[in-house]
C-alpha cells in the first residue's frame, strides 16, 4: 500500500486536494491522530475491499502533530509500508487574503489575528516542511484545475486526460430526455429503418440497421463533425476541472438510428480514450 501524508499551511488548498486525491483512487482520512496511522493502515487491510493508496491529510488541528508525526513515520518504515509527505504552502499575504475572502478564522487565530496565527503555523510547520517529499506553492492558483494539474505532476498520476470519462448514449425522444446529459443530439433528420420492413423489429445493434442509417452522406457527415466537436472539447473540459463528457443521441424510439449513432461514436472513441462507456438506454 502507498500512503500519502498531506500537510501545510491552513488555508493553502488542502481540502481541495483531498477531492482531487479521491478522484484518483486514494483512500483519503482527514485529521487523523498520526499515531493512529498504522492502526488505521492494519485496519484497512483486513477489509473485504482492496486499497492500494491512502492519503491521511494532517495539519496543526492534532496536537502536537510534529512530534506524533515522526513516529508515525518511524513505524511506517519499520514495517517496510512506502510513505511520502506532501506540503501545500502559499504566501502569507495570499494566505491572509483568502481567510478575508471567506471570513475563516485561522486555526490558530482565535485568541489573535489572522496575520500573526499565519506567521505562528509557519514557526511550527518549518521542521515538516523542510523533510517532505514534494511541495506544492498553490499561492498563483486561481481555481481547482490548476491545483489538480500540479497535484498530477508531483505525484506522477496519469495525465488528466487519460482518466477522463466520456459517456455515448442513445435514447428515443418518445420516453422522454436522459437525465444525465451534457450534449443532445437529434439525429431524427436522417431515414428511419422503422419503415423498412425487415428491419422494423431490428436495432441498431444489428449489422443490416447500421448499414441503411450509414448508407447516407449526411450521416457520414454528421458523424465524422460530431467526434471532431468532441475531440475539441475535451480538452476544454478538462481544463476548467469536469472530468466526464455525457454525449447523447436521440431519434424516436431510441431502438435505429441513434442506437447506430452511439455505437458508431463509440468505437471510434473507444480506440483513443480509455475510459469511454456504452450506454443504449431504451433498447
Request: net charge negative.
Given at each position: 500500500m502507498e500512503v500519502l501524508i498531506i500537510t501545510g499551511q491552513s488555508g493553502a488548498g488542502k481540502s481541495m486536494a483531498v477531492n482531487y486525491l479521491e478522484d484518483n483512487g486514494y483512500y483519503c482520512i482527514d485529521n487523523l491522530p498520526p499515531l493512529l496511522i498504522k492502526s488505521f493502515i492494519a485496519l484497512i487491510k483486513q477489509g473485504r475491499q482492496a486499497v492500494e493508496k491512502s492519503a491521511f491529510i494532517i495539519d496543526i488541528r492534532n496536537g502536537n502533530f510534529l512530534e506524533d508525526l515522526s513516529v508515525a513515520m518511524e513505524e511506517l518504515d519499520r514495517e517496510g509500508i512506502k510513505?511520502?509527505?506532501?506540503?501545500?504552502?502559499?504566501?502569507?499575504?495570499?494566505?491572509?487574503?483568502?481567510?478575508?475572502?471567506?471570513?475563516?478564522?485561522?486555526?490558530?487565530?482565535?485568541?489573535?489575528?489572522?496575520?500573526?496565527?499565519?506567521?505562528?503555523?509557519?514557526e511550527r510547520l518549518a521542521p515538516i516542511r523542510k523533510i517532505a517529499d514534494m511541495t506544492v506553492d498553490t499561492s498563483e492558483f486561481k481555481s481547482s484545475a490548476q491545483l489538480n494539474e500540479a497535484l498530477a505532476e508531483?505525484?506522477?498520476?496519469?495525465?488528466?486526460?487519460?482518466?477522463?470519462?466520456?459517456?455515448?448514449?442513445?435514447?428515443?425522444?418518445?420516453?422522454?430526455?436522459?437525465?444525465?446529459?451534457?450534449?443532445?443530439?437529434?439525429?431524427?433528420?436522417?431515414?428511419n429503418p422503422f419503415y423498412v420492413a425487415d428491419l422494423k423489429y431490428k436495432t441498431g445493434n444489428d449489422i443490416e440497421v447500421q448499414d441503411f442509417v450509414m448508407n447516407s452522406d449526411v450521416s457520414h457527415f454528421f458523424l465524422n463533425h460530431v467526434i471532431e466537436m468532441i475531440d475539441k472539447l475535451i480538452p476544454a473540459y478538462i481544463k476548467e476541472d469536469k472530468h466526464s463528457l455525457t454525449v447523447a443521441f436521440g431519434c424516436t424510439g431510441g431502438q435505429h438510428r441513434s442506437v447506430t449513432m452511439a455505437n458508431k461514436v463509440f468505437e471510434d472513441l473507444n480506440q483513443r480514450y480509455r475510459n469511454v462507456v456504452l450506454i443504449h438506454r431504451d433498447i
Amino acid at each position: 500500500m502507498e500512503v500519502l501524508i498531506i500537510t501545510g499551511q491552513s488555508g493553502a488548498g488542502k481540502s481541495m486536494a483531498v477531492n482531487y486525491l479521491e478522484d484518483n483512487g486514494y483512500y483519503c482520512i482527514d485529521n487523523l491522530p498520526p499515531l493512529l496511522i498504522k492502526s488505521f493502515i492494519a485496519l484497512i487491510k483486513q477489509g473485504r475491499q482492496a486499497v492500494e493508496k491512502s492519503a491521511f491529510i494532517i495539519d496543526i488541528r492534532n496536537g502536537n502533530f510534529l512530534e506524533d508525526l515522526s513516529v508515525a513515520m518511524e513505524e511506517l518504515d519499520r514495517e517496510g509500508i512506502k510513505h511520502r509527505i506532501l506540503f501545500l504552502w502559499a504566501r502569507n499575504e495570499v494566505l491572509l487574503r483568502r481567510f478575508a475572502e471567506t471570513r475563516r478564522i485561522h486555526p490558530l487565530g482565535f485568541k489573535t489575528t489572522n496575520e500573526v496565527a499565519i506567521m505562528l503555523e509557519n514557526e511550527r510547520l518549518a521542521p515538516i516542511r523542510k523533510i517532505a517529499d514534494m511541495t506544492v506553492d498553490t499561492s498563483e492558483f486561481k481555481s481547482s484545475a490548476q491545483l489538480n494539474e500540479a497535484l498530477a505532476e508531483v505525484l506522477g498520476d496519469a495525465p488528466p486526460s487519460s482518466e477522463f470519462k466520456l459517456v455515448v448514449k442513445s435514447f428515443g425522444f418518445k420516453y422522454g430526455l436522459p437525465v444525465e446529459m451534457d450534449m443532445m443530439h437529434d439525429v431524427r433528420f436522417i431515414p428511419n429503418p422503422f419503415y423498412v420492413a425487415d428491419l422494423k423489429y431490428k436495432t441498431g445493434n444489428d449489422i443490416e440497421v447500421q448499414d441503411f442509417v450509414m448508407n447516407s452522406d449526411v450521416s457520414h457527415f454528421f458523424l465524422n463533425h460530431v467526434i471532431e466537436m468532441i475531440d475539441k472539447l475535451i480538452p476544454a473540459y478538462i481544463k476548467e476541472d469536469k472530468h466526464s463528457l455525457t454525449v447523447a443521441f436521440g431519434c424516436t424510439g431510441g431502438q435505429h438510428r441513434s442506437v447506430t449513432m452511439a455505437n458508431k461514436v463509440f468505437e471510434d472513441l473507444n480506440q483513443r480514450y480509455r475510459n469511454v462507456v456504452l450506454i443504449h438506454r431504451d433498447i
